[in-house]
Structures are given as C-alpha cells and as structure tokens.
C-alpha cells in the first residue's frame, strides 16, 4: 500500500512539474514592414505576416496593376476613405498594401 502512495505522489509531483515548466503561448507580433512600392505612380507600403517580404511584395505588385490574386488568397479591396488598399490572406499568410 505504501508503494502505490509513493509511486502517486511521484507521478503528481512529475505531472505539477511538467504543468509549471510548459510554455506559454507565443506573444503577438506585428506584421514586418517590407518596404515601398511604387505602382502606376502611386506610393504603397507593403506589410506582410507569415511570408516573405519578396513573396509580398510581387503579390502586391501584381495585384495593384492587374487586380490579380495569387493562388489560393481571398483578397478585399478598401474604399479610398481608408489609408489601406487592399490585403490579402491565406490561412494564417497575410500581406497587405497602405496608400502613402
């Protein structure tokens, strides 16, 4: 009977133990700045979260000039009352265009 109080409170201790050294979830970060664009003489900064600033960038210019979204983004465009442009996601990929 000992033996099997021993071995509980062993596993609560190990259980207490893994429950306080578990990481926490990851803090919010702000989309990275990628830069300016410049697209039918119209200045852009392009913002993206989870891709490249590349990636962005080639998608902001294609979709600036052509109104063509990459493959697989759901895209929303935005009245001129607002500074932002348009922005595009897919899952959690998402890179967006602010008029300056």
Known sequence: MRRTTLSVAALVAVLALAAVS???????????????LTVKS???????DQITCRTAKTYS????????????????DY???????????????VFFAIRR
């Open 61 to 76: 210019r294609r979709y600036l000039s052509s109104h063509s979204r990459p493959s697989g983004y759901r895209c929303s």
């Open 22 to 36: 578990a990481p926490g979830a990851g803090a919010t970060v702000p989309p990275k700045n990628c830069g300016m």
């Open 42 to 48: 119209k200045r852009f900064q392009i913002k993206a």
């Open 79 to 93: 009245s001129k009352a607002t500074k932002l442009r348009f922005r595009c996601s897919k899952r959690v990929r």
